[in-house]
Every structure is written in C-alpha cells, then in structure tokens.
C-alpha cells in the first residue's frame, strides 16, 4: 500500500508551500506533493549521492546555490528507501580516523581500520538547468537528453513575476548500480514559482538551516521542489517495479557474454603449471573421458588456447589433452 511521509520542519523549510513541482507533461501530474515524499516500508539498499558535474555547480553558484547533495541526502534519508553512505566532504574526515589509526595514534579499542565502510549499492547522480524569460529554449535540455521522459520533453511551464532569476528549474536524476554499471532509474522534474512572495516570512529552521540558500532564497526552492519531484518518481519506480534494484544483465547480454570469448581465458603458447601434483589430463572436455597423463607439480604444459565446460586444451609432452582450468596456474 503506498504511503506519504509528511516532512519534518527541516525540509519543510526547504519545499514552501508556495512552490509547486511538476512532472514535464506527464498526464498524471506531479509525482508527489511538493512537502511530502514517497516513502519505502524498508531500505532497499545503500545509496551514494555523487557530486553534479562542474558545469552545473557553477550554474547553481550563479544563483547563489552551492552544492545540493546535501539537500538531496535528506529528502533521500526521509523517504526510507536507502540508506545513505558519506562520500562527500565528511569522507575525508572518516578516512583521516582511519590514517590515524593505521598510524597509532588513536586510544587502544578504538576499533576503526579496514574492512569496516558499507558498500554503496546504487549512486544517484544530479543535475539542474535553468528557463529565463529570455531563453525559453534552454528548458529543453534536460528534456531532449533523457529522450522525452515523461512525454513532454522540455515545455516551459509559464512566466513568472517578482524577481527571480529565472522562470523554472528542471532538474534530472539518474541512479545506477555500482555492482553491474546498470542504469536502474531516471527521472525529471521541474518547479516554478506560482505564488510566491519572495519578500515574506520563511518556513521552518532546524536541520533545515544548514543548507543555505535552498532554504532561505525562492530560486533554493524552487529547485528543492523539482529534485523531490525527480525523487518521488524514481520511489514510485522503484517500488512497483522492484526488479529494478536487483540489476543483472538481460537474456540478450547474458547470451553475447555466453557466446564472446572468455575473460581471462589461456592465451595460446601460455606455460601452465599444475597447482597440486596428481592434475588429470582427459581425451576430451570432461572426467568420463580417458585419460591421457597424471601431472606432478613440476610438468610444464601448453595453453593451446581453447578452453570448454571448464576445461582447457593443453598440449603435454604425451599429446594434446584436457585439463580443469581450476587446477592450473600460469607460469
């Protein structure tokens, strides 16, 4: 059963009542209330969230925006969908702890060293662009590179009055696993200001403090309500599809991996070695077939460059035979 989570004052400064979020011509309408997110019953899974390319934090500095990882990490956290791992500025800081403690220079049982950090098992990757009422076209950036994403590609929702320095924020997230390399998820919102009295009181404090300007400027805004439209999207994906989290290679790539030749495989004219003494050498590429040779430790064979069900050719001082790839290490 899908439900809301209603935000917390934090964000609440962040996503104004008087900012909408809107999916770009999406018949449906906004994924999602502009203060409430999706939220998960569970975690599905560790998550990163990667810093926007350079070109996009400067765009943002322009408006007097810095990063929005942070604001991000936190529509993220509240949703319950994932858990979030530190690979911003703080990492520096977790892999100072551990050069100290590799060094010795932390209290006996501090217990911090290797093989203690959680994987990310998916990283999201923002970015943002900007309409002006000079330059109605640029809205069609994120549009036409996600292929008309929710069917409306990049429409200018309408002009907007008091100030701001631009008319609407679209924004776009993709996630990907970390493990395959498989894009699992993209979506793009877009936001804009329309009833906004950029001169009146501010909603919120709190957590919400610490992200600057996407809590006490219109433009940080606006552009927090297109990220938590991008957002909701992606949750609502994620939860009716959840074969979508669980990325691995489909029929038709598993059948070209199937068909390719082999990572890793014995180059021809390659001098093996058996790992233990006692290596059986077949007539053919299984164990029912006869044998030809046993091999001690010491006997050199040749990689004839075929390999088949586990086996590899060889060519041994006896003959050509087969023999468990397993059982042989490169010279």
Not at 52 to 79: E, F, K, W
Not at 92 to 102: F, P, S
Request: include cysteine; charge should be positive; aromatic fraction near 4%.
């Amino acid at each position: 059963m899908r439900t809301r989570f209603l935000l917390g004052a934090g964000v609440l400064a962040v996503l104004s009542p008087f900012v909408q979020a809107q999916t770009l011509g999406g018949a449906s309408g906004p994924a999602g209330d502009a203060q409430k997110v999706e939220k998960c019953d569970a975690p599905k899974g560790t998550l990163a969230v990667v810093e926007p390319q350079d070109a996009v934090l400067q765009s943002l500095q322009t408006m007097g925006l810095g990063s929005p990882t942070s604001m991000i990490r936190l529509i993220i956290q509240q949703s319950n969908c994932f858990q979030i791992v530190e690979r911003g500025a703080a990492f520096q800081n977790v892999m100072q702890e551990r050069a100290l403690a590799a060094g010795g220079q932390l209290q006996a049982g501090a217990n911090v060293g290797q093989g203690q950090l959680v994987a990310a098992d998916f990283v999201v990757t923002p970015s943002v662009v900007f309409s002006n009422n000079n330059a109605g076209g640029v809205g069609g950036g994120i549009g036409g590179l996600l292929g008309g994403f929710g069917g409306g590609g990049g429409r200018v929702l309408g002009a907007i009055a008091g100030g701001l320095k631009f008319k609407e924020a679209q924004t776009s997230m993709t996630m990907a696993d970390t493990r395959s390399g498989i894009q699992v998820a993209a979506a793009e919102g877009s936001a804009q200001k329309t009833d906004f009295n950029i001169g009146g009181a501010l909603i919120g404090g709190g957590a919400g403090a610490a992200l600057g300007g996407y809590t006490n400027t219109a433009e940080g805004k606006i552009v927090a309500a297109s990220f938590l439209d991008n957002w909701n999207k992606i949750v609502l994906n994620i939860r009716n599809n959840p074969s979508l989290i669980q990325a691995k290679a489909g029929p038709a790539s598993q059948a070209n991996a199937a068909h390719s030749v082999k990572a890793g495989a014995a180059v021809a004219g390659d001098v093996y070695l058996a790992k233990i003494a006692g290596v059986k050498v077949y007539r053919d590429a299984n164990e029912s077939a006869g044998l030809a040779m046993t091999l001690s430790k010491t006997d050199e064979v040749i990689a004839e460059g075929q390999e088949q069900d586990g086996f590899m050719k060889v060519a041994t001082p006896k003959g050509s035979g087969w023999v468990k790839a397993i059982m042989m290490r490169k010279q």
